[in-house]
């Protein structure tokens, strides 16, 4: 199957492609999706997808940039850009930097996208069988290393004459010999490398050329692919063993501490003989390397044999903890909200809760508290989309990051519910009134206002009556008898009948309220309203 990773900043344009054909009988999965070329990017670098979907014109980063920063690093990926009629002078600047074709946005049927796609893998196919000849092209020998690991990955480890012929070409042994599988985050403790990323890439540089030079002082061969600070690796050796393995990484543990001051986080499988098991062992591999999810920032090694997650069910951890954290945000006590997220922090670590589970508890939990808040979020130009914190949350490598970008997005929230609370009360209290004009016919009160709006009771009054004049119970009642005037006037309105319709249980009290508010009863009333003889 060849990868492919779609771009596109409107959702309904992503699900139509993923929805339109029958991908897989085409020869193709969808490894990812993103809504600008920033994200693009970050996806591309993760998954080294064969095709790019993309659109051009997006939020921050456009997909020409997308296009540039990918030509710079691969000239064999097949590139497509979507466009609409009016687009063309950005599809002429497309063409110019090496895209493979178009695709009109307004015109993508079935038939259309499947002879595109056809042709694509075509291309792709006679590509991969001369791919010795063009790799002639790539940057260096590990550059050679990345683009075969990403290739066996591809291809679940079934080496063919070509995959063997590559893997000769750079002196990778997989016969004859022991081999193993690792992944390596590299945990960098300096703040300041939080900030800058040129910093970052440079440490991360010099912290892997460690580890490379002790496996070539062992003579272990290796394959890998990296995103980031993450490394994953085939290593290959005849001397290969676990306590070979675990030498290895207590030196480049202790180097990397002694000139860097940071720290590896490594998982590695058991020494295997036959590359046809590689399939298999790397299915397992890559869910147990998820518990570095957990291990950032802490010196860790494991075997992944040893690593077993819990899953608990989503829909129970929702219900359990979100309430509790969306009502807390009502409080306007960060210290309270963070104490009670450091609470579902330690759980999720204590229990060992598959990462997968977790980042789908926070994308839920970012959801509820879209829902609860959108009269804050909508008016502020603080907050992104929540498909922005989904995305986010759906591909942060770690656990940390999660809980930074929720510590951040909280914090925001509180300060912008105090600012709309105190300085800007119109808002809430038209909020108020929608809200008592479309519920009024139901049994509602003060508290099922206050709630809605995650507001104190005692602020809420205040506002309100400062805002009408009028306290909210006599400001419903006074809405409710309105109502009820216009139904009596009907040819059939008739009090014991009507009393419920405007949100009253009890007639009798019902009778009483309208008196209460018009001075007259409901029979006067209708009376007084009757056309004179």
């Known amino acids: 199957m060849y990868k492919v990773l779609i771009v596109d900043d409107e959702v309904l344009v992503r699900v139509g492609l993923k929805t339109t054909i029958d991908w897989e009988v085409n020869g193709f999965t969808i490894v990812a999706e993103a809504s600008n070329g920033e994200q693009g990017y970050e996806q591309y670098m993760k998954h080294l997808p064969d095709v790019i979907i993309t659109d051009i014109k997006m939020p921050k980063k456009d997909g020409l940039w997308l296009i540039e920063q990918i030509r710079k690093e691969n000239q064999l990926a097949r590139i497509l850009i979507l466009t609409v009629h009016d687009d063309f002078s950005y599809v002429r600047k497309a063409l110019k930097i090496d895209v493979d074709d178009y695709i009109l946005k307004s015109e993508i049927e079935d038939e259309e996208l499947v002879a595109i796609m056809k042709s694509v893998k075509k291309n792709l196919d006679m590509q991969n069988n001369t791919k010795h000849v063009d790799e002639k092209e790539l940057k260096n020998k590990n550059d050679i290393k990345r683009s075969i690991f990403a290739d066996l990955i591809k291809c679940d480890f079934n080496l063919d004459a070509s995959l063997l012929d590559r893997c000769s070409r750079i002196e990778f042994p997989v016969s004859n010999t022991k081999l193993a599988f690792m992944s390596i985050m590299i945990n960098m403790n300096k703040s300041e490398m939080d900030v800058d990323s040129n910093l970052l890439n440079q440490m991360n540089h010099a912290v892997i050329n460690i580890l ?6 062992r003579q272990i061969d290796y394959i890998y692919m990296n995103q980031a600070n993450r490394y994953m690796m085939l290593l290959s050796s005849q001397a290969l063993s676990e306590a070979e393995l675990n030498r290895l990484l207590h030196s480049a543990n202790s180097s990397v501490k002694q000139y860097f001051d940071c720290s590896l986080g490594v998982i590695y499988t058991d020494v295997f003989d036959d590359i046809k098991e590689a399939e298999t062992i790397f299915k397992d591999f890559s869910e147990k390397e998820l518990i570095l999810f957990y291990k950032y920032g802490t010196r860790f090694s494991a075997n992944a044999n040893s690593i077993s997650f819990y899953e608990p069910n989503v829909f129970n951890m929702r219900k359990e903890h979100n309430k509790k954290i969306v009502e807390a945000i009502s409080t306007e006590n960060i210290d309270g909200v963070k104490k009670l997220i450091d609470e579902v922090r330690g759980y999720f670590e204590k229990s060992g809760v598959n990462p997968k589970l977790v980042k789908i508890f926070y994308s839920n939990l970012m959801n ?55 300085s800007n009360s119109t808002v809430l209290i038209n909020s108020a009134i929608n809200f008592i004009e479309y519920h009024y016919d139901e049994k509602i009160s003060l508290d099922d206002v206050a709630q809605k709006l995650h507001l104190s009771k005692h602020y809420l009054c205040s506002a309100f009556k400062k805002a009408t004049g009028e306290n909210m119970s006599l400001y419903i009642n006074k809405l409710r008898i309105e109502k009820a005037k216009s139904l009596l006037l009907e040819p059939n309105g008739r009090a014991k009948e009507i009393f419920e319709e405007v949100g009253y249980s009890n007639q009798q009290y019902f009778s009483k309220v309208f008196k209460r508010i018009t001075g007259m009863t409901v029979m006067e009333y209708k009376e007084s309203m009757m056309p004179k003889q």
């Open 368 to 422: 509820d508290i879209f829902s609860n808040y959108g009269l804050f979020l909508e008016n502020s130009q603080v907050f992104k989309t929540y498909e922005h914190y989904h995305y986010k949350i759906e591909n942060a490598e770690y656990l940390q990051s999660i809980l930074q970008l929720l510590d951040d997005f909280i914090r925001k929230l509180i300060n912008e519910i105090r600012q709309t609370r105190y």
């Open 212 to 217: 490379l030079d002790l496996l070539a002082e």
